[in-house]
């Protein structure tokens, strides 16, 4: 007999890319998008960039408080979160802004909340994008509950088998780190999702640091796509900087979950070029050299090396690319200072906690409204 | 009142098809008190999720859930089980309707069996309410009886904001009480005098309720007449009744099987003192569980308080001269 | 190129087998387990299997309360257990009455905390056996805190390189369900211990149930020894009811550990084969055929089958393991019920809670004796 | 603050071997508030642990270690993210000893930055110090300064039981105390009266502290001496003093950042009215955090109890006809 066998893993695990370095692409994995598009993606790229080298200035100068730039991962989330329809659900951590961005979130918005106003933190009302969630990892399970109630409806329509799955259902695509990856919540979140073939996108971008400790000193593991391997689904890990690899892989997961196939694994393979948040200081910890290297691989360089190599987009088109962006920052950081100013009343704090407030809150409200 | 639970649930689930049961065990087997017992064979797989061995994911999945537009009951197996998933509660739960200025709110129930008495296991006797009633947003509810526990239940599930269910195990088959034919749904905002007197104001809740009237039935042959009172919902504390009651009596006991300090006693005792403090004739007493682990179940009756205890305090109290 | 490419497992991930359900053995895998020992683990697989049937009965007469038996589960526990030396530490769940048997834990102390005496965890003063941890799954970290000290001690006393590895550390083994593998703390604790390449043996009982939870209502991992390679760790599946498969993966595991090569997950594939606990029906939710066709395996009958056939053991040894066996429950239940009888001071709740109490909580101690 | 908590923890490292640090970012990057700059290329990888993101191995972790007989130093990165590790200090780290009939015990601390007043992000503010507070076998501890925190955290480090050592995060660098060259190790067991006073007795804790010392400065003033006693531990509560205190004053307000709601003050209320009900003349104040969360930074401060609330308090108290 065979007394000793190696377990086969039944499932696929797959790495890949797209676009090279020099911005060549690989033409059977090339998802043909329209030039529109691309111009889209490439706006909102810079868009999240120069938006961040921006706050970066304000926090600077005292005018907002600590945040997470995004600088690096532009093509990990834009390349994402381009992959949904408007109706389906987003699941952000705290570093997500240029999904929100892509989504069509406001920029004086997202100041207002770097400035300490919980205002900033408005969702419009048909909008499924969840707030952001700091605790890491934690909004997993939320984005596994919301898959649940889609997969549950979906079944309770007779849409799909009786597992509820079937063709044309609601997505939830979910963002979390390499760091997040150590944590309980993540664990169980895929682990219920994979049970249950909820149609869920796990999107880990991989951007080697989880504030000073890098990837090889969260885990053992050789990827993170491996991981998916704990709870039977399937992972893909790809070149998080090549756009391109990105909108193929969350096309393809986001695919398999509308058709009631289940969640899916997607590391992107990033790096976070600035600092954590403004509170951090990376050359205690890092080679500046290792950021040099990825700087050769910056997403948005690369998306326009592939555009003009093909001929969709050229020197001009960019210009005004870049000019746009940078009047709606301007435009953005004005509006938002402008509302600094109206906000602030201190019984503000009492908005929205409750339904319906205790008798005794409503007291405490009357106190800070007599302080004033 | 395990019963009323689950008449409770499957009045709910029948009326609002949005309302999902989940937690481990709640399936097939019925739970493990079987208040879910026979929902799952009803209502399907979908509505009636047995779910993974993993507590953070059942509230924070249910957390998702109730974004998405469902009425979660999630069953955390027992209380002290809870703070494996109590982050979720803290961080999400309790936040989400304020950290999205309104956009989404999150009517979820969590419930759980709650207390000691029933000769279990290390870990299934923890009473500690005051950890889920310190955190704003959150309700806190621990029922008495079989008709309180259906109606504040229906009343949890209908809750625009998540509910903390604590139901005391000890009093699910203890003894039986009449439920109307119709639902009754109760009010999560406002606590129930269930027996009156003028000489001491007593308060509990839970499985404390019983033992304490049974005190005061006692007393009353001495001639010492007790206001008592149920909480049922320990927060948003209902100060108003407590408040009421004890400037007419002067005297407050207040019975809880939580460890005493730091424990719900001290809140209710601040409330008096800021409304009540000039009409207090006597110091407020407290008869509660120690402060020390709760113990094995051989001596799980000595840590509990008992009609001794609340008696003697209820003496203590009245004979104090103001 | 190849643009998309299977990601690669550089794992040993393997299933193994020793007797076969006639008590034939595969010569190669035989660990040749010499007479004294084989016949000490048939003694204490009876044991507790006889205990089990003896607690069932006391706890039906109301002499004691809960408990979690064993029975089916003996081999999972001798075998692995019996390839630590004395001076490793064992961190168990709360079915691990096999495990402790083995150790020596007393059957009278067993028994006293099973009828709700604290006096009934009392642990020798050498003992490195935990104990009894009930939260599902939150030993792991503990036995992964254990694993690092051992491991910084070795490096500290130079022996093993710089991680802390080489020759000859204490290990430790845990122990947990199949019910567990979705708990996050042991996600947390797996991760941990590869990361630090730390001298832990996870031994995962696989019963097949998690109280009314099947495995495939837990994950949909195919196997559960896979989940290793979330954490880039080894892990191994075996018959569980088969004690020489037991003892030799664990045998291996706990090599590896102490020559500093890091942890092993273990999963044995065995059945629960009695309730839960005493306040579980599983006729609710398990069919008993499920039940007729694992006791085919049954664990103890595999291993008399073996030594009869091996010629190591016959009929007259097994009547007098028997003998004793009953004789050592008999004493045992004695010895505990006049404990039972001396015990249950009240006062005694405040024990050990604190090296040294507060006043106030010695002032509620005194109120305690004094109402007696 | 900062400083002394990082000579605390290096006098520590020094003298005893068996001191292990571990946490998220506290090896290389020296931690996010820099607590334990310098250690890890002291002390080298093992000593100082840059542990995975995962705060129940974190504490779970240190459980094992303590029990192995190490003194394991966690960090949290912020008190608002302990909840993910809350279970295995209430189901472990607070029973072991008692589990294990004394077999086992766990000398582990758990530093967290804590509290209000950084500007920092959500759940970066948090203070629900009660939660440590009301376990049994918990000791929670609170410094106000740099001298009591390095000499607490020494203690801390000594005491065979865990303790949970939360550090006022707006103090960490707000201003500088001068501490003494040896090495001081303070007392887990008692609070520490910090200015003499026979009008009102006010108890504070942390950062609040300072701003009950400034305002009880302000109202000498007008000639009301205040008692102000610095709690130091949280539980077990040293009730002692401030029973003392009351009894000569008559009059207390307490002073605390976190939610008012079955928060600390409770507790003190409680022993207060048990222990010096006749010596009281006025009800006990409470100045504390408002029941929300903590808001974002634009109105953290409003949130948090100033000057001009803990001395509105004390005038009120102080001028309540007795
Ligand atoms: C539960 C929890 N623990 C700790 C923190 C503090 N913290 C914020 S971000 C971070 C690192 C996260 O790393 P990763 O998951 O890789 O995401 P990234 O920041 O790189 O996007 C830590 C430790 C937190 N926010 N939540
Ligand atoms: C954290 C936690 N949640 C729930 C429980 C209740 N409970 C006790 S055992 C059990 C099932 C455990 O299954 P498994 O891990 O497979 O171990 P087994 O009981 O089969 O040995 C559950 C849900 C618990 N003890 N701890
Ligand atoms: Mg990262
Ligand atoms: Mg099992």
Redo the contacts between chains.
């Keep these: 007999g065979m007394p000793r066998t190696d377990i086969e893993i039944d499932l696929r695990l797959e790495e890949m890319h797209v676009l090279d370095e020099n911005g060549d692409v690989d033409d059977d994995l090339d998802p043909g998008l329209d030039r529109d598009e691309l111009i889209e993606m490439a706006r909102v790229m810079l868009l999240a960039r120069r938006f961040d080298e921006r706050r970066l200035k304000l926090q600077q100068q005292g005018r907002i408080g600590t945040f997470a730039p995004v600088i690096g991962q532009e093509a990990s989330q834009v390349g994402t979160v381009s992959a949904l329809a408007d109706s389906d659900?987003v699941?952000p951590s705290y570093r997500e802004s240029a999904v929100a961005l892509w989504r069509g979130t406001s920029m004086s918005d997202l100041l207002l909340y770097d400035a300490g106003f919980?205002?900033g933190?408005?969702?419009?009302?048909e909008?499924r994008d969840?707030?952001?969630?700091i605790?890491v990892g934690?909004q997993?399970?939320?984005?596994?509950?919301?898959?649940?109630?889609?997969?549950?409806r979906h079944?309770?329509n007779g849409n799909g088998d009786e597992n509820?799955n079937g063709d044309g259902s609601d997505v939830v695509m979910t963002f979390f780190g390499d760091g997040a990856t150590s944590e309980?919540?993540v664990h169980?979140?895929l682990?219920?999702a994979a049970?249950?073939s909820l149609p869920v996108v796990f999107v880990c971008q991989n951007n080697q640091w989880a504030i000073s400790t890098p990837v090889a000193g969260q885990t053992a593991s050789a990827t993170l796509a491996q991981k998916a391997v704990a709870y039977g689904m399937p992972g893909l890990r790809v070149d998080g900087n090549d756009i391109l690899a990105t909108r193929v892989a969350a096309a393809e997961a986001v695919a398999r979950a509308r058709a009631g196939d289940g969640p899916t694994f997607v590391e992107c393979v990033t790096y976070r070029m600035a600092v954590h948040t403004t509170a951090d200081d990376p050359s205690v910890y890092r080679d500046e050299d290792e950021v040099e290297q990825w700087k050769r691989r910056d997403p948005i360089d690369r998306l326009r090396t592939y555009m003009s190599n093909r001929d969709l987009a050229g020197d001009d088109d960019f210009e005004q690319i870049e000019s746009s962006v940078s009047e709606q920052v301007a435009d953005a950081v004005e509006q938002a200072e402008a509302r600094f100013e109206e906000l602030g009343d201190p019984a503000g704090m009492f908005?929205?906690?409750?339904?319906?407030p205790?008798?005794?809150?409503e007291a405490q409200r009357r106190e800070v409204e007599r302080r004033g | 009142m395990i019963e009323a639970i689950r008449l409770s649930l499957h009045e709910a689930m029948t009326e609002d098809?949005s309302v999902?049961v989940l937690g481990?065990?709640v399936?097939?087997?019925?739970g493990?008190f079987r208040a879910t017992e026979g929902l799952h064979e009803e209502f399907g797989p979908?509505?009636v999720?047995?779910?993974?061995?993993?507590?953070?994911?059942i509230?924070?999945?249910?957390?998702?859930?109730?974004?998405?537009?469902?009425r979660?009951v999630c069953e955390l197996q027992f209380s002290?089980?809870s703070?494996?998933g109590?982050?979720?509660l803290?961080?999400?739960a309790?936040?989400?309707?304020?950290?999205?200025?309104?956009?989404?709110?999150v009517p979820m129930v969590v419930r759980m069996p709650y207390g000691a008495g029933v000769?279990?296991?290390?870990?299934?006797s923890e009473s500690?309410e005051?950890?889920f009633?310190?955190?704003?947003?959150l309700t806190t509810v621990i029922p008495s009886g079989p008709r309180s526990a259906r109606a504040l239940l229906a009343a949890a599930i209908r809750s625009?904001?998540p509910v903390v269910f604590l139901e005391p195990k000890s009093i699910y088959r203890s003894f039986r009480e009449e439920v109307p034919d119709e639902p009754e749904v109760g009010d999560l905002?406002s606590a129930r005098r269930v027996r009156e007197g003028d000489d001491i104001t007593l308060v509990a809740w839970g499985a404390m309720v019983r033992r304490t009237q049974e005190a005061a039935d006692e007393l009353a042959d001495d001639g010492i007449e007790c206001d008592v009172i149920d909480l049922r919902t320990v927060?948003?504390?209902d100060?108003?009744l407590i408040v009421e009651s004890a400037q007419r009596t002067g005297r407050v006991a207040i019975v809880h099987e939580?460890?005493?300090?730091?424990?719900?006693?001290?809140?209710?005792?601040?409330r008096l003192?800021?409304q009540a403090?000039w009409q207090?004739e006597?110091?407020?007493a407290?008869v509660t569980g120690?402060?020390?682990?709760v113990?094995?179940?051989?001596?799980?009756q000595?840590?509990l308080p008992d009609g001794?205890?609340i008696a003697e305090a209820i003496r203590a109290t009245v004979e104090e001269p103001s």
Tied chains: 1, 3.
């Design positions: 659900w699941v919980n205002e933190a408005h969702i419009e009302a909008s969840l707030p952001i969630a605790p934690t997993l399970p939320h984005a596994a509950g919301i898959g649940y109630v889609i997969a549950m079944a309770a509820g309980g919540d169980e979140a682990n219920l049970l249950r908005d929205h906690v409750w339904a319906e205790p008798p005794y809150v | 098809d999902v481990e065990d399936g097939v087997d019925g493990v979908w509505r999720f047995d779910s993974p061995l993993a507590e953070a994911v509230v924070g999945a249910s957390v998702g859930m109730a974004i998405a537009g469902a979660p002290g089980f703070y494996l109590f982050h979720q803290e961080e999400h309790a936040r989400i309707r304020w950290r999205s200025r309104g956009r989404f709110s000769r279990a296991l290390e870990h299934h500690k005051v950890i009633a310190h955190v704003p947003g625009p904001d905002r927060s948003p504390l100060e108003s939580a460890h005493r300090s730091f424990g719900p006693a001290g809140e209710i005792i601040a003192v800021e403090f207090l006597a110091p407020i407290r120690y402060d020390v682990h113990p094995y179940f051989a001596r799980e000595a840590y001794d205890r």
